[in-house]
């Protein structure tokens, strides 16, 4: 989904002057302003440090300043020692408590739900392994709005106060958070903002951010990856790698999500056109190649029942001690997953590609296959090589990525915090 910001305005018959309808909007920009300055920085900065950064004059700087401190959006820490006269400035850092971002996440075989501080600190995590393809979407969302209020009570004993919550779902999802189709799931036209409205844990939230965001999981870490990963890694291909398989494109620092807001689905790319049937209808998509249950069954595993996570430690142990079945299975997942590649990086002239989810662990093993094919079937290969590493996050990312979410909405526009906090 797009996650469109709905701003409120302000109803005609109320008599606001127009000087003091600027003036808040002027605060609002400065308070954002500063803020981004402090989030951003690479030491602590000092109220002098941000007045130069940002144009802002001393007096407005500790305003600002004084306000984000007794909302607890920020915290001082004390300078480090230095040589010379005076008295060095104490500098600025994101608070580590007051706001923070829940993020969850609905997969084939687990729930997630985790709490991300404003510094993007994990301080929560929790996952529920179970088979949810027979499980009735209610009861799914049930269960985990119950890991949400568990979530929530852990958060607020550390003094943390969850502004909001984006779920991830490995499926298409429209603007109004409809899940129009998750086809490992067997979920279709499913209403979730509809059937979590009656639940607490999800629909408290602050000015400005949305109770609950729904999004695509593959999109969710792949945002959780481009804040969380290595510099200079501003367009890449993120793909994580569970029973399905999706994609999320980042292109200069931002997602790309298409006309409707339902890109990155490889998973559904024909590998093998006249190959195995899938479960979208199609043949030869991916996942019924590199998929989860496809390499565990390629590796004599079948019926394991191993949760995505478990699953893929497991056929990374296996791999290590040189089993063969194992390495055969990696190697044609790869093969596998580099023709799907090779065709991306053809059309958008990425130079980087990062295994996600199930398939971080196994980077080690699949790596080498994708790149042949890359070397094989794209066109620049020659002089342009291609990048594939693992996932910053592992198999975290998606519930870490729509946590994060929430808290670059309450960096973007904190005066919808400090209004709830007043």
Do not use: K
């Not at 603007?175 to 979730?192: E, F, H, T, Y």
């Amino acid at each position: 989904m797009t996650g469109v910001w709905h701003c409120q305005g302000v109803s005609r018959t109320a008599a606001v002057p127009v000087g003091a309808a600027r003036q808040g909007s002027l605060r609002e920009l400065n308070l954002a302003l500063v803020l981004g300055r402090i989030a951003d920085a690479d030491r602590p900065p000092s109220r002098a440090d941000l007045a130069a950064r940002t144009g802002l004059t001393r007096a407005t700087v500790s305003a600002v300043v004084e306000d984000l401190l007794l909302g607890r959006l920020v915290a001082e820490v004390e300078p480090a020692p230095r040589a010379g006269a005076g008295r060095p400035a104490r500098g600025l850092v994101l608070a580590g408590d007051g706001p923070a971002g829940l993020g969850l996440e609905v997969n084939v075989d687990y729930l997630a739900v985790c709490v991300v501080d404003l510094a993007g600190r994990v301080r929560h995590h929790t996952v529920e392994r179970a088979d949810l393809r027979p499980v009735p979407p209610a009861e799914a969302l049930g269960r985990l709005a119950a890991l949400a209020a568990a979530a929530r009570a852990d958060a607020a004993d550390q003094g943390l106060t969850p502004a909001g919550a984006a779920l991830a779902v490995p499926g298409l999802v429209d603007d109004a958070g409809l899940v129009r189709l998750a086809p490992n799931l067997g979920w279709r036209d499913v209403p979730v903002p509809a059937l979590l409205a009656r639940h607490p844990a999800l629909t408290e939230h602050v000015d400005g951010v949305p109770p609950l965001v729904v999004d695509n999981e593959a999109n969710l870490a792949a945002l959780g990856e481009l804040h969380a990963g290595p510099s200079g890694a501003a367009s890449f291909l993120h793909i994580s790698g569970e029973v399905g398989i999706g994609a999320g494109i980042v292109l200069d620092g931002r997602l790309f999500r298409g006309v409707r807001g339902w890109s990155g689905e490889i998973g559904h790319v024909p590998v093998r056109p006249d190959g195995r049937p899938c479960r979208c209808g199609g043949r030869g998509c991916l996942e019924r190649y590199a998929g989860q249950e496809a390499v565990l069954a390629a590796a004599g595993l079948a019926g394991a029942d191993l949760p995505a996570d478990t699953a893929a430690y497991r056929l990374a142990e296996l791999a290590r001690a040189g089993d063969a079945a194992t390495l055969a299975a990696l190697h044609d997942a790869g093969t596998a997953l580099g023709v799907a590649v090779a065709g991306v990086v053809n059309l958008l002239d990425l130079d980087t590609v990062v295994l996600g989810g199930g398939y971080a662990p196994l980077e080690p093993w699949l790596r080498p296959p994708v790149l042949a094919e890359i070397s094989h079937r794209v066109l620049t290969a020659a002089w342009s090589p291609v990048t594939v590493r693992p996932a910053t996050l592992g198999t975290q990312a998606a519930a870490v990525g729509a946590a994060g979410s929430v808290v670059r909405r309450i960096l973007a526009r904190p005066g919808g915090w400090l209004a709830h906090r007043s």
